[in-house]
């Protein structure tokens, strides 16, 4: 906000009535907005607050503190309008993420930007991260923060893309058939993408064909002739290809192995923390550096160029921001740390898991070179919303352990049970109901030149042994990247 005028603000004061549907309470705020939150932690001065109602609160409690920490004005509910009119600036409307659902269509109408979307089993944050440093380099981009991809998320990031933005990025994910639908309805994509198909909230759908079925959705939203990106190694290509051909969807672009797809994984080479990855992309053949290790990071990368090829981003200067790839905490975050005899490795993907990330993660874990006598230590935790299937699958994944020279498995929770009792004595570390639980068990096992892999779904609350392992450690050096599933 450096000069006053409208070019500064992301949305004008009388910008925001229209799409808002709303009626002012006060006086109209000076200007305009520079930013919008929904959550008074993270707000900054000279946002508009959203006064969303959750499952567990109401925004509408924390208008007060909106407006303390320098919120411009607040969007709030009729119910609520009468109480908090002293507070500020207020735009009333019947409800509140409607409006804020409206106000990100606004953005979307407005802007002139070529939009990716992308949704998936696995892999859709990382695709993103590696989508926004690859567009990045050729214009100014704007891109989902975190895993913002459900019912409010998704239009919280268009709400926020600025006006001239040139190319959007936005991740849409979903537990439940139609729900990807309004999403993509909203972003309105110009490029669609679907990762893989995995067993994830089997508990929500019959079969992988179900799961397939509400991924395909995404395509329903896009821009008439646009482009849909496909995995052509996955089990349900065709009936993902058969969606995208009923779609707006004028080409329909694939990524696979080297004998398969618009863009071929000629060879990966597996370094401690990177990738070195020779592809070829619709007939140009590449050798970049990806940096994070993963052959599924590898593929994944090949609909991040073919996104570039089709939004006429020059490959070889896409390829080459992917080196700068990193991980996110929770998502594969490599951290080297010093505990008291001696320095091992963590590797955090506590934010979430399903049975295809799990055994990337530990194929990962056996592809990787170790130091001295270190151990491979995997600590897993339950796996969520896989149904009655969960206790079978979880006891699945002994095989892969064995397979990939895990040489340690720690696990939390009653599912994980399952996997601890199918696994060989000589790899049984310890078994505890919690992930709290387990974390002192954890620390006083690892020991120096170890490889500690921590993974579960969200809601096993495997952070509390990445937090416990931080807690009891000290960085070595600078975390390096290695991005999981």
């Given at each position: 906000?450096?000069n ?5 603000f992301?949305?004008?004061s ?9 009626r002012?309470?006060?006086?109209v705020?000076?200007?305009?907005a520079t ?9 900054q001065?000279g946002?508009?607050?959203f ?5 567990s ?12 920490k320098?919120?411009?004005a607040?969007?709030v ?11 500020g600036?207020?735009y009333?409307?019947?409800d509140?993420l ?10 979307r109408?407005?802007s ?13 944050t990382?695709?993103?991260e590696a989508?926004?440093?690859a567009l990045t ?8 923060v975190a ?7 998704v239009?919280?990031t268009l ?6 933005t ?6 849409i994910g ?9 999403l993509?309805a ?9 990762t ?12 992988l064909?179900d ?8 395509f329903s ?5 646009g482009?849909?990106i496909?995995?052509r190694?996955?089990a349900?290509y065709?009936r993902l ?20 797809g618009?863009?071929k994984l000629?060879?990966?080479t597996?370094?401690?923390?990177h ?5 070829e992309?619709?007939g140009?053949?590449?050798?970049y ?7 599924h ?5 090949l609909?991040v160029?073919l996104?570039?090829k089709?939004?006429g981003v ?10 700068f ?13 010093a505990?008291k005899?001696g320095?091992?490795?963590l ?10 990330s799990?055994r990337?993660?530990i194929?990962?874990a ?5 130091p ?7 600590v ?12 079978a699958?979880?006891?699945e994944l002994a095989?892969?352990?064995?397979a ?6 720690f696990?939390?929770g ?5 996997l601890f009792?199918a ?6 570390g310890?078994w ?7 974390a002192p ?13 921590v ?6 609350k495997?952070s ?5 392992l ?6 070595e050096?600078?975390a390096?990247?290695?991005?999981g599933?």
């Amino acid at each position: 906000m450096s000069n006053g005028t409208a070019n500064s603000f992301l949305w004008t004061s009388l910008g925001l009535v229209g799409p808002l549907a709303a009626r002012v309470s006060g006086s109209v705020p000076r200007g305009g907005a520079t930013g919008i939150s929904i959550d008074t932690r993270t707000l900054q001065k000279g946002d508009l607050f959203f006064a969303i109602k959750g499952p567990s609160s109401d925004g509408h409690d924390y208008t007060g503190a909106a407006f303390a920490k320098g919120a411009v004005a607040a969007v709030v509910d009729e119910a609520h309008a009468e109480a908090l009119k002293p507070l500020g600036p207020l735009y009333v409307v019947a409800d509140v993420l409607a409006a804020l659902e409206c106000l990100g269509a606004a953005a979307r109408a407005r802007s002139p930007a070529r939009i990716v979307a992308i949704t998936g089993s696995v892999g859709k944050t990382s695709t993103k991260e590696a989508l926004r440093l690859a567009l990045t380099q050729a214009g100014d981009s704007h891109a989902s923060v975190a895993s913002y991809n459900n019912h409010w998320g998704v239009p919280l990031t268009l709400a926020r893309m600025p006006k001239h933005t040139r190319f959007g990025i936005y991740e849409i994910g979903m537990n439940h058939q139609g729900e990807i639908t309004p999403l993509s309805a909203m972003v309105r994509p110009h490029v669609a993408i679907i990762t893989t198909i995995a067993p994830v909230h089997l508990e929500y759908f019959e079969s992988l064909a179900d799961v397939a079925d509400a991924k395909a959705e995404i395509f329903s939203g896009l821009v008439q002739g646009g482009v849909a990106i496909l995995n052509r190694d996955i089990a349900e290509y065709e009936r993902l290809l058969a969606h995208a051909k009923a779609s707006p969807a004028g080409h329909v672009a694939t990524f696979g192995e080297p004998d398969k797809g618009d863009a071929k994984l000629v060879s990966v080479t597996l370094g401690a923390n990177h990738s070195i990855v020779q592809a070829e992309v619709c007939g140009h053949r590449l050798t970049y550096r990806l940096g994070a290790p993963g052959r599924h990071l590898a593929m994944n990368s090949l609909a991040v160029l073919l996104t570039a090829k089709a939004f006429g981003v020059d490959l070889e200067l896409a390829a080459s921001t992917l080196a700068f790839f990193t991980a996110q905490p929770g998502r594969g975050e490599r951290l080297r740390l010093a505990a008291k005899n001696g320095p091992f490795t963590l590797v955090d993907e506590s934010y979430n898991a399903n049975p295809a990330s799990i055994r990337a993660s530990i194929a990962l874990a056996g592809a990787l070179p170790l130091p001295g006598k270190g151990r491979r230590i995997a600590v897993l935790g339950d796996m969520l919303e896989l149904g009655d299937k969960g206790a079978a699958m979880h006891a699945e994944l002994a095989g892969d352990a064995v397979a990939n020279h895990i040489d340690l498995v720690f696990a939390a929770g009653p599912l994980m049970k399952h996997l601890f009792e199918a696994l060989p004595g000589h790899l049984q570390g310890a078994w505890r109901d919690r992930a709290s639980d387990l974390a002192p068990v954890v620390v006083a096992a690892v020991q120096s030149g170890d490889m500690v892999i921590v993974k579960g779904s969200n809601g096993s609350k495997m952070s509390a042994i990445v937090d416990a392992l931080k807690e009891n450690a000290t960085p070595e050096n600078s975390a390096q990247s290695c991005q999981g599933p």
